[in-house]
Each structure stands twice: as structure tokens, then as C-alpha cells.
């Protein structure tokens, strides 16, 4: 296997952990723009970021602790993969993002802006996660789903189809939500609940509750 990077001694300002160092380019990496000698982002060792295939720490983002970024995977901007989190396959986690524990971004899963992924939860597939939203414990978003704003989805609900979770929404406590309905404000009542709507609606439904 050949070197796709190597680690130099610049460490970043400021940082909450003393052990990352900057790394650097040994290859081009067209896929994300990324030539030879370019200075990537940042990482504790080398098991933080594989040399095989495309995958990069770009620009002031952080890998460290157990994590790991392999496959196709982009981590960049000022993004935060740490503990024992995977990014793998497809994904991006970039602006503030920050994935930690065990979770796991995976498929073309899009994670962005402040989101929070962590605890054991998973995001896979086409899902995109942004805004505020928190997606933790044993959640799982997949599908074309969305969660944003200001929305949590937590206790191991599910998400999935072309579902939308946002505003203050809170899905919690084994609910799953299915197909194209789309979750907002408060709806903490929402536990041990299926929800769904058929995929041939013309028009996307939407249920609200305050």
C-alpha cells in the first residue's frame, strides 16, 4: 500500500487536544481538488485517516482519538470526527459538524453546518443532517431524510424515505417516521409510534402539533 499522506509536525492553535499535527499530501487526489505537497487537515496517527482510496481530512477539520476516515470519505472545513466515530464510504461531515462515541456517517450521508451526530447512531445512504439538529443514542437516519433546524431525534426512532425532521421537532422513544411526511415544532409525544404516508400523495404531507 503506498503512502497517501504523511504527518508533519505543525500542529493547529487553540485546539482542544495537543496531539494533532497537519498533514500532507504524497499523491493528488482529483476527487477533492487535492494535489500533491497540499497541506490537509488534521489527525492524532495515521489510523485516524486511511491511505487507501480517495478519502481526505481537508482544511482545519479534526480527526483524533479511535475515529476513522476511510472509503470515499470527506472530512473538512472546521469539522470534528472524534472517539470512536466512523466516516466512511461517500460521506462529508464539514462546516462545525461534529460526529463522536460510536456513531457512524456512511453511504452519501451529508453531514453540515453545527449538526451533532453521536452516542451509537448511524446516517447512511442519501440522508442529510444540518442546521442544530442532534441525531443520538440508537437513531438511524437513512433514506433521502432529512434532519435539520433545531430538530433531535434520539432512544433508538428511526427515520427513513423522504422524510423531514425539523423546527423544534423531538422524535423520541422507538418512533419511527417513514416515506414523506414531514416532522415539525415540538412533538414530544411522538414515542413508540409509527408514522407514515403513502409514497403516491401527490401532495406532501405535513402534520403539525404545537
Known sequence: MTAKYEITKHSPSNTYNPRLFRIRALRNIPKFGVKKGDL?????????????????????????GNAQVSGNAYVFEYARVIDNACITENAQVYDHACIYNDARVYGNACIYNDARVYGNA???????????AKIFDNTTIWGHSNAFENSQIYCSSSVNGYASVSGNARICNHAHIWVCIGVR???R??????????????????????
Open 40 to 64: 490537509g487537515g488534521f489527525v492524532e496517527h495515521e489510523g485516524n485517516l486511511s491511505h487507501e482510496g480517495d478519502c481526505w481530512v481537508g482544511g482545519g477539520a479534526h480527526v483524533s
Open 122 to 132: 448511524q446516517v447512511f445512504d442519501a440522508a442529510r443532517v444540518f442546521g442544530n
Open 185 to 187: 415544532r415540538c412533538l
Open 189 to 210: 409525544d411522538w414515542q413508540n409510534s409509527d408514522i407514515w404516508a403513502c409514497p403516491s400523495s401527490r401532495k406532501r404531507p405535513s402534520i403539525w402539533r404545537g
